[in-house]
């Protein structure tokens, strides 16, 4: 993974930043359906990610979950532990490849969904993009993608700089995690930003929003109408989502209720739309001004 070379024609083909991360050509994941989930933090992106990943595996897919969060959080309620880092491993090695072996940094977690967690550079130093490209390198020195059907990247927060936007240039489909409020939504029109830069020379496409911890959902509705996104799911702010993070768990290891069976049938609901393929959405982002004064009007 490098950055744009200045030689190439236009450097800032993405959009106007002074520098971006560029994906390496060999890098591709070119055998697996691959979705990068996107959204305001502490939106509930590695709890959806999670059990999405559990939805999949239920449809007899085999899947790689992937967490792209320093915290490496994403993938604690499929494995009911913070394993190690991409990053830690290799440190550990002194950054000598060659040397680990695919259980160093890969974990299998409830009904056989695989787990990584990229990790993240020092605080203050260094670019996600790079560490988001070690952990594909590493996948495919091994052949791990080989026998995956379905990856998942789980993406930290909202942040949409080149290097953590890096997942986007592996991703068939990005999705974005909101909330049926004034934050969430002015953070996914940013995101909904960014990954119309990288669609530009990327294959990835704007899959839909999954609405998020909200009994309604007609504050989304009405920006999807107006930029042309689309609701792909719809999850409400129930206490057992609450308590299945508490308890180190995925919803479909939790107690049985009819409340509990409405989510996991939209998870599974959600997985096979997935699957078969969203339609690409070409929705337009509104200026920062203007979607401020878009939402918040009852």
């Known amino acids: 993974m490098t950055l744009l070379d200045l030689d190439r024609p236009d450097p800032r083909l993405d959009g106007e930043g002074s520098e971006q991360v560029a994906l390496d050509p060999s890098m ?10 996107y959204g305001k933090g502490g939106i509930g992106k590695s709890t959806t990610s999670s059990n999405l990943s559990v ?3 239920k449809l007899g897919k085999r899947v790689l979950q992937i967490g792209c969060d320093p915290k490496h959080d994403s993938t604690f309620t499929l494995t009911k532990s913070l394993i190690p880092t991409v990053i830690d491993v290799l440190e550990g090695v002194d950054f000598h490849s060659e040397e680990l072996r ?8 409830y009904n056989g969904v695989k787990c990584v967690e990229a990790g993240g550079p020092p605080a203050g130093t260094g670019c996600g993009g790079y560490v988001v490209g070690q952990t594909v390198k590493l996948l495919k020195e091994h052949h791990l993608l080989e026998d995956t059907d379905v990856v998942i990247f789980d993406v930290l927060g909202d942040v949409v700089c080149g290097g ?16 049926n409020d004034f934050d969430s939504i002015f953070a996914m029109n940013r995101i909904v930003q960014a990954i119309q830069a990288k669609a530009k020379n990327y294959d990835v496409r704007l899959g839909g929003v999954i609405c998020n911890r909200s009994a309604s959902t007609d504050e989304i509705d009405r920006f999807n109408d107006a930029v042309g996104m689309k609701r792909l799911a719809h999850f409400p702010d129930l206490d057992v989502i609450r308590r299945s993070r508490l308890k180190k768990s995925t919803l479909f290891e939790m ?44």
């Open 255 to 298: 107690e049985e209720t009819p409340e509990l069976q409405a989510v996991q049938d939209e998870y599974m609901r959600l997985a096979a739309t997935l699957w078969a393929g969203t339609e690409p959405l070409k929705a337009q982002a509104m200026k920062d001004r203007d979607i401020f004064d878009f939402l918040g009007f009852d």
């Open 102 to 109: 695919p259980e160093d940094f890969v974990f299998e977690g």
């Open 55 to 57: 939805a999949f595996s």
């Open 164 to 179: 953590f936007a890096s997942p986007l240039q592996h991703a068939e489909r990005a999705v974005i995690v909101a909330a």
């Open 28 to 37: 591709q994941i070119e055998t697996a359906k691959v979705f990068a989930v």
